[in-house]
């Protein structure tokens, strides 16, 4: 609902009443000291209800793959989340680059991929980090970011910044962060707050990003960070592996998302943001649910894969997980990989990759020092 239609049907005395109506509602919950709001509607309950439903059909599908299948799509879906986030910053990093990451991170020397896939990494083993106070959150902001910036943008306050920041559009500054330093902890303290409520899951998430993007606590990565903790939030609350495709869904759809900010900013909305609420939650439908479908896609790929009949019981066994991986994975399995999951002797995978390869069925890619196989 947005009140600026409102705005423009009313008169001045029955739009200020309507208006002070919204804010002192029971259910309004008011964001960095009054200056925003949001009030749940039925409309906007029941989108957050088909979301739900959509996040539930995403797990049954997904719980529909063995442990292996998983596993390949769990790194598939890290891998799109990291060029994703970066992307929408800018940091054009290639899918080759973040899989090297994934699978040689001692051996790498791209901080800014490091960083990111380690945070990621720790949300996917699911061991949480606890969001509880301040220092909380500039310690997963270190562990995100703090290698992949330059010096200047090094936080300078306790736990945030000290100076003043402005988002551009590349013309004029069109959005000031929380200033001072005082005020930018208060309005992080209610994040924590709003961060542990017991509001709905998608819901108290979409809040808490609008408060850090307009909070702006740090002088760069506020945008990595944010979206960080949008998936965060979901992992930790639902464990679900949709978590690890907000960025993506973002991504896919920058225009919404930017012009729900813009929406929530509008001075004739008067601080309330029920419409980047609106378009946040419908973003994330149609996009989750196109996700869902090419997850279902995905599995009936899987199921239909067929082994030739004159293969070994050996053979049997590889052919599968590589034909696996052909369909989950970006560069396929390696050979450790394969072992580790068939069981094979390292002589009888050299065997019948060799044969295969005689036969000009595989496509291999060197990522370091590792050589990664799939069908073509």
């Known amino acids: 609902m947005s009140v600026k ?170 959005h000031e962060g929380s200033y001072p330093e005082s005020q930018i902890n208060e309005d992080m303290q209610q994040f924590i707050t709003l961060y542990n409520s017991s509001l709905e899951t998608y819901e108290k998430m979409i809040l808490c990003h609008f408060l850090i993007e307009t909070v702006h606590p740090y002088y760069d990565g506020n945008g990595r960070l944010g979206r960080y903790l949008f998936s965060k939030g979901i992992k930790d609350a639902t464990g679900s592996t949709l978590s690890l495709l907000i960025s993506k869904a973002i991504s896919d759809d920058k225009e919404k998302y930017y012009k729900s900010f813009k929406v929530a900013r509008d001075v004739h909305e008067f601080g309330c943001i029920n419409e980047y609420v609106n378009l946040m939650v419908d973003l994330l439908n149609e996009k989750l649910s196109s996700y869902v479908m090419d997850l279902k896609t995905t599995l009936k790929n899987v199921n239909d894969i067929q082994t030739p009949g004159d293969l070994s019981k050996s053979e049997m066994a590889i052919y599968k997980v590589i034909a696996e991986s052909t369909i989950l994975s970006s560069y396929g399995i390696s050979n450790s990989e394969i072992m580790k999951e068939t069981g094979v002797s390292k002589r009888t995978l050299m065997t019948a990759l060799a044969k295969w390869r005689d036969s000009d069925l595989l496509e291999e890619t060197q990522i370091g020092k590792l050589t990664f196989h799939k069908f073509k």
């Not at 598939?76 to 990093?93: D, G």
């Not at 791209?110 to 980090?129: E, F, Q, R, T, W």
């Not at 992949?148 to 090094?154: G, K, P, Q, S």
């Open 5 to 174: 239609s409102s705005f423009y049907k009313l008169s001045k005395k029955d739009f200020d009443i309507y208006l002070d109506g919204l804010k002192h509602n029971p259910s309004t919950i008011t964001l960095m000291s009054g200056k925003y709001f949001y009030f749940a509607d039925a409309s906007i309950k029941d989108k957050f209800l088909r979301l739900n439903k959509t996040q539930w059909e995403f797990d049954k599908v997904f719980d529909y793959f063995g442990a292996f299948a998983q596993k390949q799509l769990i790194q598939s879906f890290l891998l799109e989340e990291v060029q994703s986030t970066n992307k929408i910053e800018n940091i054009f990093s290639t899918k080759h680059d973040i899989f090297y990451v994934l699978n040689n991170m001692k051996r790498s020397h791209d901080s800014k991929i490091i960083s990111i896939v380690n945070a990621y990494s720790l949300l996917i083993a699911g061991n949480p980090m606890p969001i509880e106070l301040l220092q909380d959150i500039s310690d997963i902001y270190s562990t995100l970011i703090d290698s992949a910036i330059d010096d200047d943008d090094i936080p300078d306050g306790e736990f945030f910044r000290k100076g003043p920041v402005f988002v551009t559009d590349g013309v004029k500054n069109i």
